[in-house]
């Protein structure tokens, strides 16, 4: 079964979320979803996760799912403030232990710290199946920009996160803690033996030479034979030549620092200090 793809793009971080939902039942999931953070201020807003409130009201959907493929580096995920709202469940790849356990380490979280992924309602294995109403889906484990990452195969689209671009935009850093350009290879290798016919939707999207618009969706057949960076004509050693050389020339996204540590507890914050303030650390000269 096909099913309708509503996107939502953020401009200030380039992210694209999507509400997916079975037309039959009306069941949907929320992917990689964003709280707006003004940086300067240290303030947040829920423009963008209201938007996506509106629209499952508008088509009376019922929100099964608030997925995240990985624990972002550059936007804030609205995950429990959509919960309290619609009552879905977080989820992301179980192997978020690990991501955990790096940055639990890099802020100097204490022990009120679980590194077991508790803070999200399911933890996903890889080739799991899972259902949004009538639709089949399946997770599938496609690291190397993180440990983490995940793909989400619904019905005849797949959600692939940071992995892969637009075919003109290319692929994902591999320079993040635990990254692996590598291994990002052959997963991309992996997301190649889905159909060509298969719909893909990115998570970002930045423009390219030549390109005006933003663009979300592609297919796996574009991505394998037009991807800039890793198409069927790639070697595996190219491209991690390729990969390496180009991560040593960018720049840290601007809000890894608040993104992480947000995300790695499933969207909530820190907790708050014994003045009732919630602080968000900046580690010096660490990265």
Known sequence: MSPIVKEFFDRPTFTYSYVVHCPETKQCAIIDS????????????????????????????????????????????????????TGGKMAIGDHITVVQDVFGKAFNEGSEFHRDGSQFDVLLKDEQAFSIGNISCRSLHTPGHTPACM?????????????????????????????????LFQSIHRLYELPEDTRMFMCHDYGAPGRDEFKFQTTVGEEKHNNIHVNVNTSEDEFVQMRSTRDATLDMPRLILPSVQVNMRAGHMPPAEDNGQVYLKVPVNLF
């Open 151 to 183: 793909s989400y195969v619904v019905g005849d689209a797949v959600f692939v996160g940071d992995t892969l671009f637009m075919p003109d935009f290319g692929t994902a850093r591999c320079d993040f803690p635990g990254g692996d350009a590598r291994i």
């Open 34 to 85: 964003v709280l707006d953070f003004d940086y300067a201020s240290g303030k947040t807003t829920t423009t963008m996760a209201d938007q996506i409130l509106a629209y499952i009201a508008e088509q009376e959907l019922v929100v099964d799912l608030i997925l995240e493929t990985h624990v972002h580096a550059d936007h804030l995920s609205a995950a429990p403030y959509l919960q309290e709202k």
